[in-house]
Nanobody, 121 residues
Framework: QVQLVESGGGLVQAGGSLRLSCTTS????????MGWYRQAPGKQRELVAT???????NYVDSVKGRFTISRDNAKNTVYLQMNSLKPEDTAVYYC???????????????WGQGTQVTVSS
């Protein structure tokens, strides 16, 4: 059962823009950390950006100033606006959610199926 549904990937030229979207249920989304990871061919999956339930942002250095993560709490959706794309941004992008399940802080992690982003030079 797919619980995180991504959209928005595609092919773009260097310098272009794309916006990724990820929608999930309120149970997973509400008040929890949402984010995006990516995995390029032959490389490990890496964090791109996260946003907490309170709006705290975190970005990997390589995307700072170019990517913006945001969330729409009414739509249970997280976005990744990607500007000034570079060929090295080419990867499969995965939506991520961490749902805290008890007061001790135990959590469950959820992953989307991934969406391909390809940036041509």
């Amino acid at each position: 059962q797919v619980q995180l549904v991504e959209s928005g990937g595609g092919l773009v030229q260097a310098g272009g823009s794309l916006r990724l979207s990820c929608t999930t249920s309120g149970r997973i989304f509400s008040g929890n950390v949402m984010g995006w990871y990516r995995q390029a061919p032959g490389k490990q999956r890496e964090l791109v950006a996260t946003i907490s339930g309170g709006g705290t942002l975190n970005y990997v250095d390589s995307v700072k100033g170019r990517f913006t993560i945001s969330r729409d709490n009414a739509k249970n959706t997280v976005y990744l606006q990607m500007n000034s794309l570079k060929p090295e941004d080419t990867a499969v992008y995965y939506c991520y959610a961490r749902r805290v399940v008890n007061v001790e802080g135990a959590a469950l992690d959820y992953w989307g199926q991934g969406t391909q982003v390809t940036v041509s030079s």
